[in-house]
Nanobody, 120 residues
Framework: QVRLVESGGGSVQDGGSLRLSCAAS????????LSWYRQAPGKEREFVST???????SYTDSVKGRFTISQDNAKNTVFLQMNSLKPDDTAMYFC??????????????WGQGTQVTVSS
Protein backbone atom coordinates (compact mmCIF):
# COMPACT_ATOMS: atom_id res chain seq x y z
CA GLN A 1 0.00 0.00 0.00
CA VAL A 2 0.91 3.63 -0.44
CA ARG A 3 0.29 6.03 2.42
CA LEU A 4 -0.38 9.65 1.54
CA VAL A 5 -0.31 12.72 3.77
CA GLU A 6 -1.45 16.08 2.43
CA SER A 7 -0.56 19.49 3.84
CA GLY A 8 -0.59 23.14 2.86
CA GLY A 9 -4.28 23.93 2.82
CA GLY A 10 -5.67 27.09 4.36
CA SER A 11 -7.82 30.16 3.89
CA VAL A 12 -6.95 32.85 1.33
CA GLN A 13 -8.60 35.78 -0.40
CA ASP A 14 -9.81 35.70 -3.98
CA GLY A 15 -6.72 35.89 -6.20
CA GLY A 16 -4.40 34.44 -3.58
CA SER A 17 -2.06 31.47 -3.77
CA LEU A 18 -1.47 28.24 -1.88
CA ARG A 19 0.93 25.35 -2.33
CA LEU A 20 -0.28 21.89 -1.41
CA SER A 21 2.06 19.01 -0.67
CA CYS A 22 1.45 15.28 -0.61
CA ALA A 23 4.08 13.01 0.91
CA ALA A 24 3.99 9.36 -0.10
CA SER A 25 5.42 6.44 1.85
CA UNK A 26 5.18 2.67 1.73
CA UNK A 27 5.27 1.03 -1.72
CA UNK A 28 6.55 4.19 -3.43
CA UNK A 29 8.55 2.23 -6.01
CA UNK A 30 5.24 0.87 -7.31
CA UNK A 31 3.67 4.27 -7.95
CA UNK A 32 2.48 4.91 -11.52
CA UNK A 33 1.17 8.41 -10.94
CA LEU A 34 0.00 10.83 -8.27
CA SER A 35 -3.09 12.99 -8.62
CA TRP A 36 -5.03 15.72 -6.92
CA TYR A 37 -8.79 15.60 -6.60
CA ARG A 38 -11.15 17.96 -4.81
CA GLN A 39 -14.59 17.80 -3.31
CA ALA A 40 -16.73 20.79 -2.49
CA PRO A 41 -19.65 20.53 -0.03
CA GLY A 42 -22.62 18.84 -1.68
CA LYS A 43 -20.66 17.97 -4.81
CA GLU A 44 -18.94 14.88 -6.13
CA ARG A 45 -15.20 14.47 -5.93
CA GLU A 46 -13.59 15.75 -9.14
CA PHE A 47 -10.22 15.36 -10.83
CA VAL A 48 -7.87 18.34 -10.67
CA SER A 49 -4.45 17.27 -11.94
CA THR A 50 -2.13 14.30 -12.31
CA UNK A 51 1.58 13.70 -12.82
CA UNK A 52 3.23 10.49 -13.94
CA UNK A 53 6.57 9.25 -12.68
CA UNK A 54 7.96 10.36 -16.06
CA UNK A 55 6.71 13.89 -15.42
CA UNK A 56 3.76 13.83 -17.80
CA UNK A 57 1.02 16.11 -16.49
CA SER A 58 -2.63 16.83 -17.14
CA TYR A 59 -5.16 19.26 -15.69
CA THR A 60 -8.86 19.78 -15.63
CA ASP A 61 -9.84 22.73 -17.80
CA SER A 62 -10.96 24.96 -14.94
CA VAL A 63 -7.46 25.11 -13.40
CA LYS A 64 -5.29 25.25 -16.52
CA GLY A 65 -2.99 28.24 -16.43
CA ARG A 66 -3.54 28.72 -12.69
CA PHE A 67 -2.43 25.47 -11.06
CA THR A 68 0.88 23.68 -11.56
CA ILE A 69 1.60 20.12 -10.45
CA SER A 70 5.17 19.00 -9.82
CA GLN A 71 7.00 16.26 -7.97
CA ASP A 72 10.18 15.51 -6.12
CA ASN A 73 10.80 11.85 -6.88
CA ALA A 74 13.67 11.62 -4.42
CA LYS A 75 11.34 12.67 -1.61
CA ASN A 76 8.25 10.95 -3.01
CA THR A 77 6.34 14.18 -2.75
CA VAL A 78 3.92 15.83 -5.16
CA PHE A 79 3.05 19.51 -5.06
CA LEU A 80 0.16 21.57 -6.35
CA GLN A 81 0.92 25.26 -6.76
CA MET A 82 -2.37 27.10 -6.92
CA ASN A 83 -2.36 30.70 -8.11
CA SER A 84 -5.18 33.13 -8.88
CA LEU A 85 -7.47 31.20 -6.58
CA LYS A 86 -11.21 31.74 -6.87
CA PRO A 87 -14.06 31.07 -4.45
CA ASP A 88 -15.08 28.18 -6.74
CA ASP A 89 -11.78 26.48 -5.85
CA THR A 90 -12.98 26.07 -2.26
CA ALA A 91 -12.97 22.36 -1.48
CA MET A 92 -11.26 19.57 0.37
CA TYR A 93 -8.25 18.56 -1.73
CA PHE A 94 -7.21 14.93 -1.78
CA CYS A 95 -4.07 13.24 -3.02
CA UNK A 96 -4.42 9.88 -4.78
CA UNK A 97 -1.83 7.36 -5.87
CA UNK A 98 -2.11 4.75 -8.57
CA UNK A 99 0.33 1.88 -8.19
CA UNK A 100 1.17 -1.60 -9.37
CA UNK A 101 3.78 -3.95 -7.93
CA UNK A 102 5.09 -6.66 -10.20
CA UNK A 103 2.28 -8.73 -11.65
CA UNK A 104 -0.37 -7.57 -9.19
CA UNK A 105 -3.46 -5.62 -10.11
CA UNK A 106 -3.34 -1.84 -10.06
CA UNK A 107 -4.46 -0.31 -6.79
CA UNK A 108 -5.27 3.18 -5.57
CA UNK A 109 -4.83 4.89 -2.24
CA TRP A 110 -6.13 8.20 -0.92
CA GLY A 111 -4.89 10.70 1.61
CA GLN A 112 -7.04 12.25 4.30
CA GLY A 113 -7.40 15.60 2.52
CA THR A 114 -6.52 19.21 3.20
CA GLN A 115 -9.06 22.04 3.20
CA VAL A 116 -8.75 25.01 0.87
CA THR A 117 -11.06 27.96 1.40
CA VAL A 118 -11.09 30.99 -0.88
CA SER A 119 -13.12 33.99 0.20
CA SER A 120 -14.35 36.81 -2.02
Amino acid sequence: QVRLVESGGGSVQDGGSLRLSCAASGDTDCIIDLSWYRQAPGKEREFVSTIGRDGTTSYTDSVKGRFTISQDNAKNTVFLQMNSLKPDDTAMYFCRSRARCGGTSEYRNWGQGTQVTVSS
